[in-house]
């Protein structure tokens, strides 16, 4: 009876053990997912200033840009940054805010080059502002969508919408033809214009639309479900119709897709 006691025991202790290096090896692996997660940090520069021209006119500048503090690819860093026209040995905070006030400076001082004989009889307030942000990130891709507005004079303002893919895993900045491995003109322009009328549901941005055949630009992100593509203001359709995103089954198009992406995908 003592033997048999004294083996319960060992074994009880054995499973104990067994347990805890579980629970240490499954707390291991949760921390290496929470640190992934922690080592991709992103914060933001911003600068916002206005700059008094005449008593009836002010120019503002504004503008806001990703700061990644543990991104360090340079080639990478520089394709994020080319859509904001930055381009530095070092992207660090310090050299980002650097680069927005520069952009500042000469922002105002063409300004004041181009409007020094506007006197306007009320007040206007001309500007430019732009922005970037993380839209998405998921399977090592980042989405960044970059936007900007203003008004330079005229019946309105202006006002763009782009983005850009990273695959973060190889380190490059993902074109189209990663994508898709057909882009003939015909095939593209019946699934979008296909796509672009079905979208529309009120028909509003049809009955604007300026062209008759929609092409393939490189405006373009993607989910698990859809291959998205951005038209800007007066690309397909008129000004009042705004930014047209078309949206696209990836089932439907898998045909159309490169063998490496519908891995990555999953599809």
């Known amino acids: 009876m003592k033997k048999v006691l004294g083996i319960s025991i060992v074994l009880s202790i054995a499973l104990m053990s067994c347990d805890k290096g579980k629970v240490s090896a499954e707390s291991s692996t949760e921390n290496e997912e929470v640190n992934k997660v922690v080592n991709f940090s992103v914060d933001s520069v ?28 340079k080639t990478l860093l520089d394709s994020i940054f080319s859509v904001e026209k930055i381009r530095l040995d070092d992207y660090s905070k310090e050299n980002l805010t650097q680069a927005l006030e520069k952009k500042k400076k000469e922002y105002f001082e063409e300004q004041k080059l181009s409007l020094k004989d506007f006197k306007p009889d009320f007040h206007q307030t001309w500007n430019s502002n732009s922005s970037m942000k993380v839209f998405s990130k998921e399977n090592d891709m980042m989405t960044i969508r970059y936007t900007g507005d203003g008004y330079t004079g005229g019946a309105h303002g202006y006002y763009y919408e782009f983005y850009k893919v990273f695959d973060l895993k190889n380190k490059k900045t993902l074109q189209l033809t990663d994508v898709v491995s057909e882009t003939e003109s015909k095939i593209w322009d019946k699934i ?20 008759k055949e929609i092409p393939l630009n490189n405006n373009f992100y993607f989910d698990k479900n859809y291959l998205y593509f951005l038209y800007n203001q007066y690309e397909i359709t008129a000004y009042a119709a705004g930014p047209v995103l078309i949206k696209v089954s990836l089932a439907d198009i898998k045909p159309f897709l490169t063998a490496e992406f519908i891995k990555r995908q999953d599809l």
Not at 67 to 73: K, N, V
Not at 192 to 211: E, G, I, P, R, T
């Open 192 to 211: 979008l214009m296909d796509n672009f009328l079905s979208n529309d549901s009120d028909k509003d941005q049809a009955q604007m639309l300026l062209v």
């Open 46 to 73: 911003k600068v916002n200033d206005s700059l008094k021209i005449d008593k009836n006119l002010t120019v503002g500048f504004q503008s806001a840009v990703l700061y990644f503090h543990t991104l360090e690819d």
